[in-house]
Nanobody, 126 residues
């Protein structure tokens, strides 16, 4: 059974917006940093954005100013609002959970995360 469940992907045109969501249980979500990663066909999975439990965010340069990560701690859900989409954003988008750590971690590094969703496809046509 999937621990993280993404939804909201789809087919859109260049310039459109899309919001994807990732829901999980309180046991997994509470106190955790949540991240979004994407993987285009034939490419490695790469960092997109991350948000800590307290709401601090970080973004890949390629999405800064266009994407917004947010979380609703009462609903155990993290969101990724994607604006001004372009065909290069086409990928499977994965959410992931990094457990509470007691030391500094690199939240852009995939190995920092211990739970992953199954992914949701985002396709942007030109």
């Amino acid at each position: 059974q999937a621990q993280l469940v993404e939804s909201g992907g789809g087919l859109v045109q260049a310039g459109d917006s899309l919001k994807v969501s990732c829901a999980t249980s309180g046991r997994i979500f509470s106190g955790s940093t949540m991240g979004w990663f994407c993987q285009a066909p034939g490419k490695e999975r790469v960092f997109v954005a991350t948000i800590t439990w307290s709401g601090s965010t970080d973004y890949a340069d390629s999405v800064k100013g266009r994407f917004t990560i947010s979380r609703d701690n009462a609903k155990n859900t993290v969101y990724l609002q994607m604006n001004s989409l372009n065909p290069e954003d086409t990928a499977v988008y994965y959410c992931a959970r990094a457990p509470p750590y007691y030391s500094v971690r690199n939240y852009r590094d995939l190995s920092t995360y211990d739970y992953w969703g199954q992914g949701t496809q985002v396709t942007v046509s030109s």
